[in-house]
């Protein structure tokens, strides 16, 4: 049993426990939508749209969280319901860019030497 977060894109998010592998965990997830409820007994649909492995390392996590951010920003639907939770749409490019040099520099001087 693996605890994750699902993070949706009305930019909610809720932990969970799920068996599977990391395969199966996020093709049961990502991109479906989902009734995650308004909290007063009715409806919210929302798509899922990443998938946090809590029981990884925080580095991993970290890497992983950004690198999703990114290939949504490529991503040629800008819908609302297809953006990153995150990423507001007109600041989207700077915010890629910025997270592209962050995750570079991060692996450049967190890298174990050879």
Do not use: Q
Request: net charge negative; hydrophobic share 35%; charged share 25%.
């Amino acid at each position: 049993m693996r605890t994750i977060s699902v993070y949706y894109s009305n930019g909610h998010y809720h932990s969970t426990n799920i068996n599977g592998t990391d395969e199966e965990i996020r093709a049961y997830y990502v991109g479906r939508v989902f009734n995650i409820g308004d909290g007063a007994g009715g409806d919210c649909m929302t798509r899922a749209m990443f998938v946090d492995f809590l029981d990884r390392d925080y580095e991993v996590r970290l890497k992983e969280a950004v690198e999703s951010v990114i290939a949504t920003m490529n991503s040629n639907d800008t819908s609302p319901d297809k953006r990153h939770p995150w990423i507001p749409g007109k600041d989207a490019k700077a915010l890629k860019n910025y997270l592209s040099s962050v995750l570079a520099v991060r692996e450049l001087f967190c890298s174990t030497p050879a």
